[in-house]
Nanobody, 122 residues
Framework: QVQLVESGGGLVQPGGSLRLSCVVS????????IAWLRQAPGKEREGLSC????????YTANSVKGRFAISRDTTQNTVYLQMNNLKPDDTAVYYC???????????????WGQGTQVTVSS
């Protein structure tokens, strides 16, 4: 079991960018797949992207393809979600989650962070 802490959320104008961070403790990134998900008010949680324990992006949702990118820094034990060209529909609480591989349903991942709010509004 690992602990995850997200940060980097905030208020941004449409077309702007944010980079979310997910700091992992209690284990090494090389042993875990990390996924980013989001949940908007009144909507189901949506899986956005996942990076494997080997460091390869495994999935990107169509809704964010070409705008969001997942990456990691093993020296910082941190996974990032770079979000560009943000839209009001991207407003949600963003979560990172850990499990052994990206092939599992993201909503079933074992360990979760507390989430960070992203609001896209002019």
């Amino acid at each position: 079991q690992v602990q995850l802490v997200e940060s980097g959320g905030g208020l941004v104008q449409p077309g702007g960018s944010l980079r979310l961070s997910c700091v992992v403790s209690g284990g090494k990134l090389e042993d875990y797949a990390i996924a980013w998900l989001r949940q908007a008010p009144g909507k189901e949680r949506e899986g956005l992207s996942c990076i494997s324990s080997e460091g390869f992006p495994q999935y990107t949702a169509n809704s964010v393809k070409g705008r969001f990118a997942i990456s990691r820094d093993t020296t910082q034990n941190t996974v990032y979600l770079q979000m560009n060209n943000l839209k009001p529909d991207d407003t949600a609480v963003y979560y990172c989650a850990a499990d052994v591989w990206c092939g599992r349903p993201f909503n079933s991942f074992e360990d979760w962070g507390q989430g960070t709010q992203v609001t896209v509004s002019s």
